[in-house]
């Protein structure tokens, strides 16, 4: 008796292994492209040594005239960046100011070159960019990759007559889906107000890439006979 118990037990164990190797193991993968819709500009005001430098105060309200004249919603949009990380003292008075300016669209990138050519600004320059619904196109590429290993394992079934069923495993390798956002390469930085230049919109033309999301999974789904 306790031969055939065990001998039943060993078949049992046989056939739920067989079971459990009964199964197509796939990758799925989605990707899509992204307009941008938020612009991160960084904007970095100094003064110098030297007697005709413009107090860096002056160069502030400066800065917010000509930003206000190019349409910039100025109280919205423009921040002041960490004022301990970023600005040296001297005498009490600060040297170096830096700002973070958020932007819609290229169009609106270059009137802020535009506006702050004339003017003693050190450097501006493009820190990122990203999407106000870039969590939601996150998640729905995620969920297109996975769609995509459940109808690659489905035509593989069907290669050999079978049919899919549950999915018993997914492997998700992914700690983020999205990619490099812009070429740093196009970060600007304005020259000296002396400097003879064109008209930003010849001379610097501003073409970002879209915003690239890929995503990929591993899935195992049951075979059924």
């Known amino acids: 008796m ?22 197509v ?21 100094k003064e110098n040594e ?13 800065m917010i ?5 190019a349409g910039i ?7 002041m960046s960490d004022v301990s990380a970023m600005a040296l003292k001297r005498k009490n008075s600060l040297k170096m100011l830096s700002f973070q300016l958020k932007l819609s669209s290229p169009a609106q990138v270059l009137a802020v070159y535009d506006a702050l050519d004339g003017l003693n600004v050190s450097q501006i320059s493009i820190s990122k960019v990203s999407h106000t619904d870039l969590d ?5 590429v995620r969920k297109e990759a996975m769609q995509n290993a459940r ?4 035509q593989l079934a069907e290669a050999v007559g079978q049919s899919i069923g549950a999915c018993v495993y997914i492997n998700d390798p992914n700690r983020d ?41 591993y899935a195992k789904f049951e075979l059924n006979r």
């Open 73 to 79: 919603d100025v109280e919205k949009s423009l921040k």
């Open 50 to 62: 030297s007697k005709a430098s413009v107090d860096i105060n002056e160069q502030k309200m400066q």
């Open 136 to 140: 939601k196109f996150k998640s729905e």
């Open 25 to 45: 193991e796939v990758s799925g993968r989605a990707e899509r492209e992204i307009t941008p819709n938020e612009i991160f500009l960084s904007i970095v005001l």
């Open 151 to 154: 109808d690659v394992a489905s």
């Open 2 to 23: 306790k031969r055939f118990v065990i001998i039943a037990i060993a078949a049992l164990l046989s056939v739920s292994a067989f079971a459990a190797e009964n199964y």
């Open 65 to 69: 005239k000509a930003l206000k004249a």
């Open 177 to 217: 889906v999205s990619s490099r956002t812009f070429n740093s390469d196009i970060a600007m930085c304005l020259p000296p107000k002396s400097a003879a230049v064109e008209p930003a919109s010849e001379s610097m033309p501003i073409e970002f890439k879209k915003i690239e999301l890929s995503y990929s999974v």
